[in-house]
């Protein structure tokens, strides 16, 4: 076991300038063989074996990863975390992660900086007023502290917001969830790779799978770029990857992957303490603890895999958020990036077994992954310790796509989420 | 932002011009034997995709200029446009030949096909 951090190894560090503090995880060569092996060290494929070697108690795990962890999407996000979604199977594995999400902190001793500030998302036509109110109804069935709020209220959570009434798309109300809000991304990561890590579960970073090994409808091992790993237990965890490391083992996945961009602006004072969604224009913000004001939008219409997007995809994005806060228009941006999602036909995330024996898929997140990375660990865990779906991984398996049984999160959730 | 090409009129623009439409040669089942359709070939039909890094085929629509949809073959990771082919027709022969993975598979079936026929 590491040692804890706390005020007193803080000031104990502090007494040394920081020349002592201990490495978060180590970076071991990889073994010969494992019980099992998690492919992709984001979020969900970290959290994963964090709770598999938790709540499981399978330690001799590893996790491979082509970069570095908490490269991809999980470093790449705008952070949001909200469980508030239409269907009854998105709403558990969601507030799922979003009760994870609240005392993550102190169960991995790191602060992740959870930070439940509420999200808003605006109704600006007037089916999207009556889509929110569906899933405001839906969301009370399953218990969710998630209200409709009047134009009035909105203008008071969010003083910068446009609130004329006679503009292209005025804010008929809005949807709202005070217990959403955001997290700092990469603490997420590094906190489960370093609980992760000191349960003993091995973080390989700068190892690319490159071949899956198969032994009948069985899975044996991985050719990595580090050599072979002998394992009976894979589980993909490569978002917007996912189809090449599947296509190793012959499995076709129900994937495109596109790239979804973000950005953020030059640090402001704070001007909105909140996150405000409109999806009707396709736009989020939020305000980071830096002052920055992060911002989002909506995907690339056609495959992607180079991290870069558009240009009028993040016009488009642009152009609807300085409608909906005029106050922005003269703000300079800072940074923008992409990050490859791996978007399904429904929306819907795809968890569990595979047709090949031992290969356990976790995926198809598309723009809305970081929000689940807690439960989607949870249940993908337990889903591959005993060889069968969690109850509420289920509804999201491969085989949905055969009998038709569809969790369509697309039309509840119009724009990336 | 990318830059296309319609082989039908020749208009030519950027990626605003043109609307993007998911991957090419996706055939319905239904159509060619309603009566055996199987469970697995409709999944096929409507959700699995080919989804490669790198030489991927797709269809694309004139949005401003002819209407018409027509097939491009463009490369994902460096977004390089190979060509551009009419909607009835398969890829230049080079290009198949340089297809890997599950387009492979296709056009090697659909050429086999083809060749029966």
Redesign the interface.
């Known amino acids: 076991m590491k040692p804890r951090y706390s005020v007193f190894s803080l000031a104990r560090n502090a007494m040394n300038y920081h020349k002592d503090w201990e490495r978060a995880w180590r970076s071991p060569a990889p073994k010969r063989e494992y019980d099992a092996v998690i492919v992709g060290a984001g979020g969900h494929g970290l959290a994963t074996a964090y709770y598999l070697a938790k709540n499981h108690k399978m330690t001799n795990i590893a996790v491979v990863e082509k970069g570095w962890l908490g490269g991809g999407n999980t470093g790449r996000n705008t952070t949001i975390i909200r469980s508030n979604y239409l269907q009854d199977p998105s709403i558990a594995i969601y507030e799922l992660a979003r009760s994870l999400y609240e005392d993550l902190a102190q169960d991995l001793n790191y602060n992740v900086m959870f930070s439940p500030r509420g999200v808003l998302m605006l109704c600006q036509t007037e089916h999207e007023f009556r889509a929110f109110k569906r899933t405001a109804h839906a969301n009370r069935l399953a218990g969710l502290d998630c209200r409709m709020v009047t134009p009035a209220e909105v203008k008071e959570i969010v003083p910068i917001i446009n609130d004329d009434p006679n503009c292209r798309y005025p804010i008929l109300g809005a949807y709202y969830q005070p217990r959403g809000g955001t997290g700092r991304h990469d603490a997420v990561a590094w906190g489960y790779a370093r609980g992760a890590d000191s349960m003993g579960v091995d973080v390989i970073q700068n190892c690319e799978v490159t071949g899956i090994q198969r032994e009948g409808d069985k899975v044996v091992g991985l050719e990595t770029t580090k050599g072979v790993i002998r394992t009976k237990k894979i589980g993909v965890v490569t978002a917007g ?1 996912v ?2 490391i599947m ?1 190793m083992a012959g499995v ?6 596109q790239c979804l961009q973000a950005l953020v602006s030059e640090p402001i004072k704070p001007v909105i303490d909140c996150v405000v969604m409109a999806n009707t224009v396709h736009g989020y913000m939020s305000q980071s603890d830096k002052g920055e004001l992060v911002i989002g939008g909506g995907t690339d ?6 991290q870069r997007g ?3 995809a993040l016009e488009h994005t642009i152009t609807a958020l300085v409608e909906t806060f005029p106050i922005i228009s003269r703000l300079r941006m800072l940074r923008m990036w992409g990050g490859i999602v791996d978007m ?2 429904d929306r819907s995330p795809i968890i569990g077994k595979t047709p090949v024996e031992g290969l356990y898929v976790n995926c198809g997140w598309g723009t809305g992954g970081f929000k689940a990375i807690p439960g989607s660990g949870y249940v993908f865990a337990d889903t591959i310790a005993n060889d069968r779906p969690h109850p509420i991984a289920e509804p999201f398996g491969l085989n949905r ?3 038709g049984r569809l969790i369509d999160e697309s039309v509840a959730a119009a724009v990336a989420h | ?2 830059v296309l090409k319609c082989p039908v009129c020749g208009a030519e623009g ?3 011009d043109f ?2 439409g ?2 090419a040669h996706v055939r319905r089942p239904a159509t060619h034997d309603p009566a055996n359709v199987s ?2 070939e409709q ?2 039909y ?4 080919h ?3 790198g030489l ?1 085929f ?1 269809r694309w629509r004139c949005d401003r200029g002819c209407g018409k949809w027509f097939h491009a073959a ?1 490369n ?4 390089e446009f190979r060509a551009f082919y009419g909607i009835t027709e398969l890829p230049p022969a080079e290009l198949i030949a340089e297809a890997k ?2 387009w492979a598979e296709y056009f090697a079936e659909r050429l086999k096909s083809e060749s029966q026929a």
């Open positions: 990857h189809s090449t296509d076709r996945m129900p994937i495109e992957s219409p056609y495959n992607n895999y180079s558009s240009f009028p399904t036909g796509f055969v009998e | 932002m990318l950027d990626e605003t609307h993007a998911g991957q469970d697995d999944r096929d409507l959700f699995i995709r989804n490669p890094k991927h797709e463009r994902t990771v460096t977004m993975g599950p």
